[in-house]
């Protein structure tokens, strides 16, 4: 198992004895660390063109059943980089794998200060050699994380692979629609165990004015949370040495 809180998981609803337990961390993250390792000179930065004075915010486009008001929300966050209230910033969009990413580019590609990231394997040309393909997918989304100033993230994994490379979240629970009295938002049912990273600390946003308050926080001070990420990093990935 990965660490801690999956211990706590099987113990609790499987009743696996503890001394069957043994905790190896999460396997994909030491290829991306190797990944990093292997690549210094790789930058996302380059490729996408973003100017050495302006830093790089990077959103995480939900899946397409969780959030019906994504647009809007990533028009406000545009407009407060343009009118300087998020300053000398530039927003990367990465898309949902598999999902179209039509309307982002379209309604995004043309602005100045936006770039859209296609997620998938958009550089295998072909067929290719799958680990290969899979290598520069993992690469150009691990340095992403990693070049980015700060990462609004849906409820995913995502979280934890930012703070791998010690880039806050801030995790993006922004609802424009009213749902009906006492309902749920789509994505709570998409969730799951994730739902522990609030208990642990992890800042999350439900207003688009806390969004912003949050980013430029992280902005001028970046290392403000960074005993917590560490904390609950750990809390999921933690390798038993002795194994």
């Known amino acids: 198992l990965w660490g801690p809180r999956q211990r706590g998981q099987i113990k609790k609803y499987?009743?696996?004895?503890?001394?069957?337990?043994?905790?190896?961390?999460?396997?994909?993250?030491?290829?991306?660390?190797?990944?990093?390792?292997?690549?210094?000179?790789?930058?996302?930065?380059?490729?996408?063109?973003?100017?050495?004075?302006?830093?790089?915010?990077?959103?995480?486009?939900?899946?397409?059943?969780?959030?019906?008001?994504?647009?809007?929300?990533i028009d406000f966050i545009c407009a407060r980089i343009d009118d300087g209230t998020i300053p000398n910033c530039v927003l990367l969009i990465r898309t949902q794998p598999g999902q179209d990413p039509t309307s982002i580019e379209m309604r995004f590609?043309?602005?100045?200060?936006?770039?859209?990231?296609?997620?998938?394997?958009?550089?295998?040309g072909g067929e290719g050699d799958i680990d290969l393909i899979n290598n520069i997918e993992n690469l150009e989304y691990i340095k992403t994380?990693?070049?980015?100033?700060?990462?609004?993230?849906?409820?995913?994994?995502?979280?934890?692979?930012?703070?791998?490379?010690?880039?806050?979240?801030?995790v993006n629970l922004v609802e424009l629609s009213n749902y009906p009295e006492?309902?749920?938002?789509?994505?709570?049912?998409?969730?799951?165990?994730?739902?522990?990273?609030?208990?642990?600390?992890?800042?999350?946003?439900?207003?688009?004015?806390?969004?912003?308050?949050?980013?430029?926080?992280?902005?001028?001070?970046p290392e403000k949370d960074k005993d917590t990420q560490t904390r609950i990093l750990n809390s999921w990935d933690c390798k038993d040495e002795s194994y």
């Open 182 to 221: 006492g309902g749920l938002s789509p994505r709570s049912h998409a969730a799951g165990d994730l739902f522990d990273l609030f208990k642990d600390g992890c800042p999350s946003v439900r207003t688009l004015e806390e969004l912003v308050l949050m980013i430029n926080s992280y902005l001028a001070n």
């Open 109 to 124: 590609n043309h602005r100045s200060n936006v770039r859209v990231q296609i997620s998938g394997n958009k550089h295998s």
């Open 14 to 73: 499987h009743d696996v004895p503890d001394h069957k337990l043994i905790e190896i961390g999460v396997p994909l993250y030491r290829q991306f660390e190797q990944l990093l390792e292997d690549n210094q000179t790789f930058s996302i930065r380059h490729r996408n063109d973003i100017p050495a004075d302006s830093r790089m915010i990077l959103y995480l486009q939900q899946a397409k059943t969780h959030n019906f008001d994504e647009l809007e929300i």
């Open 145 to 170: 994380l990693q070049e980015s100033a700060v990462v609004i993230s849906p409820i995913s994994k995502c979280i934890l692979e930012s703070y791998l490379v010690e880039t806050p979240v801030i």
